[in-house]
Every structure is written in C-alpha cells, then in structure tokens.
C-alpha cells in the first residue's frame, strides 16, 4: 500500500463526503490519480481521475455533477468531493495512481479502501 485514503463514512442520502488520498511525493509528481469502488457483489469501477498537472478530470457518468475530484500539490493529496450522495454509490473507495492508456486506465499504486456507507 503506498496511497493512504480516508475520509469515508456514514451519510444520508443526499449528503456530503469528502474523500482524501495522500501519495508519496515521487509517486504524485508522476502519475495520474483516481478512484475507483466496489459495492458489495459488484465488480470494481472507475470513479473518477484527475492528471498529474491537474488540468483534465475524469469521471464515470453515473457521478457526473455530483462529485468533484481535485490535487493539491502542495500536500501531494487528491481529493473527492462527493455530493448528492445516493445510496447506489455505497461502496470501498479506493484510490490509486497510474496512467490512461488507450481510454483505459492502468493502476501501478493502490490505497488501502474506505468505506462509504449511504443510508437512504
């Protein structure tokens, strides 16, 4: 584990959670960083990534309007605003470093998950 991720919790549905992921300096400088979930019985998806410069995010469509993904890199941490939350995006949150390859992104760096939890 080289990420640290935290942030996750309980919430209603329609609150607000903020995740964070603190990367190790060499290894935010160099890649990509994301997160992605997995519900319960449910294969692992993408959630959202933000470049190593900052300046091209990207998101699955299901979170499109509701969560934010941002880097500071001042304090080598990403992080993902989540609003509107809707107990459909329950789930282990996980975030991860790498790089977007053909449309697709390859992780190299993972986090331990966090849990979101979001009660209806």
């Known amino acids: 584990v080289q990420l640290q991720a935290s942030g996750g919790g309980l919430v209603q549905a329609g609150g607000s959670l903020r995740l964070s992921c603190v990367a190790p300096?060499?290894?935010?400088?160099?890649?990509?960083i994301g997160w992605t979930r997995q519900a319960p019985g449910k294969e692992r998806e993408f959630v959202a990534a933000?470049?190593?410069?900052?300046?091209?995010?990207y998101y699955t469509d299901s979170v499109k309007g509701r969560f934010t993904i941002s880097r500071d890199n001042a304090k080598n941490t990403v992080y993902l605003q989540m609003n509107s939350l809707k107990p459909e995006d329950t789930a282990v949150y996980y975030c991860?470093?790498?790089?977007?390859?053909?449309?697709?992104?390859?992780?190299?760096?993972w986090g331990q998950g966090t849990q979101v939890t979001v009660s209806s």
């Open positions: 933000i470049s190593r410069s900052g300046g091209i995010r």
């Open positions: 991860a470093a790498g790089s977007k390859t053909s449309g697709n992104y390859f992780w190299d760096y």
């Open positions: 300096g060499h290894i935010f400088s160099s890649f990509d």
